[in-house]
């Protein structure tokens, strides 16, 4: 094991019970009638249900919580939170895992940490996703040669159709600069 990938296993034991003191709030009402897991669009690739992630939120259990995908493959569609006979913040709830692991670095969770670092720092730079810029990067980052060519004939196909640019602004207008910067100054503040 190199030692990136040592701190990485590292990482993967640094999230500590307290950590999920707010999302325990968020779901403490929650009556596991599995209205969300129901409505999920994404729950056949899950390997926890969501209603079964609450359980494991309210009885604390970290390790199960931050070795499941179900958060990370959350989509933000909010039909869950739309259905919930309680009224539950629950795709607020997903997004907060999702920050614990990203803040955390947990190995697990490294490869959709990585995207989303990326797609909002192009988004940061030009204002919209720039796919072959974003893309660069984000597979620079993994440092991983075969996801790269396993997405390869993708991106052929959508360039030929149009689809992808393959022009990188050399210039980053960065217009939405102001906006990440209040976040990042309300971030602070939490
Ligand atoms: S829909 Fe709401 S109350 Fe029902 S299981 Fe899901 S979180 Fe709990
Ligand atoms: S917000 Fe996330 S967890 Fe809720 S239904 Fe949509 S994809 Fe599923």
């Not at 999920?20 to 926890?48: K, Y």
């Not at 795709?91 to 959709?112: D, F, G, H, P, V």
């Not at 974003?134 to 440092?143: D, E, G, N, P, V």
């Not at 991106?155 to 640019?165: A, D, P, T, Y």
Request: charged share 20%; hydrophobic share 45%.
């Amino acid at each position: 094991m190199d030692q990136l990938a040592a701190k990485e296993a590292n990482n993967d034991a640094l999230a500590p019970a307290n950590v999920l003191a707010p999302i325990q709030e968020m779901v403490r009402a929650c009556i596991q009638c599995g209205t969300c897991t129901a409505s999920c669009p994404n729950e056949f690739a899950m390997d926890h249900t969501p209603r079964k992630l609450w359980r494991l939120v309210l009885m604390g259990l970290t390790e199960q919580i931050f070795q499941s995908k179900t958060f990370a493959l959350c989509s933000n569609c909010y039909c869950c939170t739309l259905r919930c006979p309680r009224g539950l913040p629950l795709t607020e709830a997903m997004s907060a895992l999702k920050q614990i692991a990203a803040r955390q670095n947990l190995a697990t969770y490294r490869q959709s940490t990585l995207f989303y670092k990326n797609f909002l720092q192009s988004v940061r730079r030009h204002g919209r996703v720039n796919e072959m810029e974003f893309m660069a990067f984000y597979f620079a980052a993994l440092r991983n040669l075969v996801i790269p060519l396993r997405f390869a004939p993708l991106g052929m196909k959508l360039m030929r159709k149009g689809k992808v640019s393959v022009a990188v602004p050399l210039n980053a207008r960065r217009p939405l600069e102001s906006i990440f910067r209040n976040v990042e100054a309300l971030e602070d503040m939490t």
